[in-house]
């Protein structure tokens, strides 16, 4: 806490406010004085607090005042009694009170309902234990951090899972040893064992789309329990692809048939001789395809230059237009082409001509082209150098892939594999399909019901109309950026519940657990924002901090700048 007067919590930066607000000064300054009116001096100096005025509402300052004999404790769950003990004797006048959860202490009140807290927010002085809310925490107040409990304190999920796919899930354990099973809808999925406090990886498969309710069981010496783990899967979404080679070879052969086997629409186009080529089409309606342009391109999500495809000037000029625009290009290098890249690339030479990878368990070898670059985007890589990666130009991606032969994986019974390794770097650099609204979930995992959900709109519309089931979410547009949008739901049923745009079909699904579920993973979300957001750690709080800012209301800026304009409107009418 600052031992200033005065402090502000500025919307725009304070350099920025004074440099405007000292040029208007010098301005209606001059007006001023080349009236010929009465009460030059008093004119000037209503100049200079109509300014100061709006200064202040913009930088809302706060005021170093005396707090209070209302000081108060907030006991939250897992709290240490020997530091609350501590803090008693220090501050015996505090009013100590106690959040459902945590355990009782001599004296305390037991509050009957945690809403109960935004009465008090203005009186408390320390929070102890997990902490609370973010929607709670009391401005300037001290928190003391509690004990972690035993369970699970970090978990990390995938991003968007997709049907027929693997994914880990990967976490922290804290505790003695314990075992944790993977359950989906088909039974076990995955199962550790794990030794006192140590990081976890759970894998699963996807069958299908849909949303599910897998479990973790967990049992340790002093915890036998279950939570609920929901996982929303998703279809694959096809891509449009265009192969341009100069020849066929059996990479791209076996590429073309994987990604037609996925479902996405394929237009080969091989040349065959210096004026005549061949046109192959999967999942795709017949089209003319000549040459590169930019209306061409427009039309597919990633274009994949094989086989020394050559791209001539005007070509690259249409490519890296098309990129700026959100298109995706993969360059499958052949030898002839590495001493001059195309498309930006810069190379270096590299030791070896084959790599190992680390993959789901299991070392693979591949050859590869001796060339490596560090300026891109690892999407496949070993400790030595970057195999597959991209560069980001405009709203799209360029990237390549130096590992010539992968098909054999295939013959090696490796489907799987093959088939991870091309979806990870297809989809790298594909377009991003552009949608006008989009909407995220700001709110950690897990959320509870009957507690905020916090949710940001990027949308193109003016106006946009977000629903959360059948409610409609209040909108408020950010102060500096447009297009950008805040709001808040408020999930009273535990299940799933979505978030919805009725103007572009956009959704959003989540769930919502009761307050019994996930709760070290709780403890340790609200003790890590609870120690960003509050003033410190330490068990105990001098005298000294008795004193706390408060927030000048901005009414009273605004009823002295309505004077002080009124004054200069009326005085030279006296």
């Not at 009140?109 to 009465?119: F, G």
């Not at 991606?397 to 019974?413: C, F």
């Not at 193109?460 to 629903?467: T, W």
């Amino acid at each position: 806490m600052s031992d200033a007067f005065l402090q502000f919590e500025p919307v725009v930066p304070p350099s920025l406010v004074w440099s405007v607000a000292l040029a208007l000064i010098l301005v209606f300054s001059g007006f001023e004085v080349k009236r010929h009116a009465r009460f030059k001096v008093m004119r000037l100096i209503a100049v200079v607090v109509s300014v100061i005025s709006v200064c202040a509402i913009v930088l809302r300052p706060s005021v170093l005042t005396e707090r209070t004999s209302e000081n108060g404790m907030v006991l939250t769950p897992h709290y240490i009694k020997s530091q609350v003990d501590s803090l008693h004797r220090v501050h015996p006048q505090y009013q100590i009170v106690t959040t459902s959860g945590a355990a009782e202490y001599p004296g305390a009140r037991q509050l009957a309902d945690d809403h109960e807290l935004l009465k008090l927010t203005h009186t408390i002085r320390i929070v102890v234990g997990d902490g609370l809310p973010d929607y709670y925490l009391p401005e300037g107040a001290r928190y003391i951090k509690g004990e972690l409990p035993t369970g699970i304190v970090q978990l990390k999920l995938p991003h968007r899972i997709i049907s027929n796919r693997k994914y880990s899930i990967v976490g922290l354990w804290r505790g003695a040893a314990a075992s944790l099973v993977l359950k989906g809808p088909g039974g076990k999925e995955d199962s550790i064992r794990l030794d006192r406090n140590q990081s976890f990886e759970l894998k699963f498969q996807t069958r299908q789309a849909g949303r599910f309710e897998y479990t973790i069981e967990i049992r340790s010496e002093d915890l036998v329990r279950e939570e609920k783990l929901p996982i929303e899967v998703h279809e694959p979404e096809p891509l449009r692809v265009l192969i341009w080679q100069q020849y066929p070879s059996a990479e791209t052969r076996f590429l073309k048939n994987f990604l037609i086997e996925q479902d996405h629409r394929v237009v080969v186009r091989t040349q065959t001789s210096k004026a005549n080529y061949r046109l192959e089409y999967g999942n795709h309606k017949q089209i003319p395809v000549n040459r590169i342009t930019y209306d061409l391109l427009k039309e597919f999500d990633v274009l994949i230059l094989a086989n020394e495809s050559s791209p001539s000037a005007s070509d690259v000029a249409s490519i890296e237009q098309a990129v700026r625009d959100g298109l995706g290009v993969l360059w499958l290098p052949a030898e002839a082409e590495l001493t001059k890249p195309p498309l930006g690339f810069v190379f270096s030479q590299a030791e070896t001509d084959t790599v190992q990878i680390k993959w789901e368990g299991s070392v693979l070898v591949f050859p590869t082209w001796p060339v490596q670059s560090k300026e891109v985007v690892p999407v496949i890589s070993n400790a030595s150098r970057v195999l597959a990666g991209y560069i980001s130009k405009g709203a799209g991606k360029i990237g390549y892939n130096l590992l010539p032969e992968t098909y054999p994986l295939l013959a090696n019974a490796k489907s799987e594999i093959y088939g991870a390794l091309w979806t990870r770097i297809i989809e790298s650099v594909a377009r991003v399909s552009s949608k006008s609204t989009i909407i995220q979930l700001h709110s950690q995992f897990p959320v509870y019901t009957n507690e905020p959900v916090e949710l940001t709109v990027i949308s193109m519309l003016s106006k946009p109309l977000v629903r959360f089931d059948s409610l409609d979410v209040p909108l408020r547009e950010h102060l500096v950026i447009d297009q950008y949008w805040s709001g808040r739901a408020w999930p009273v049923k535990t299940g799933w519940h979505q978030v919805r745009s009725p103007e572009d079909s956009v959704t959003l699904n989540f769930y919502s657990f009761d307050r019994d579920s996930w709760q070290a993973l709780r403890a340790t979300n609200l003790q890590r924002s609870n120690e960003l957001l509050l003033t410190g750690n330490s068990e105990t709080v001098s005298e000294a901090e008795s004193n706390t800012y408060r927030t000048i209301n901005p009414v009273w800026f605004f009823i002295t700048f309505l004077l002080a304009v009124g004054f200069l409107w009326l005085a030279p009418k006296v």
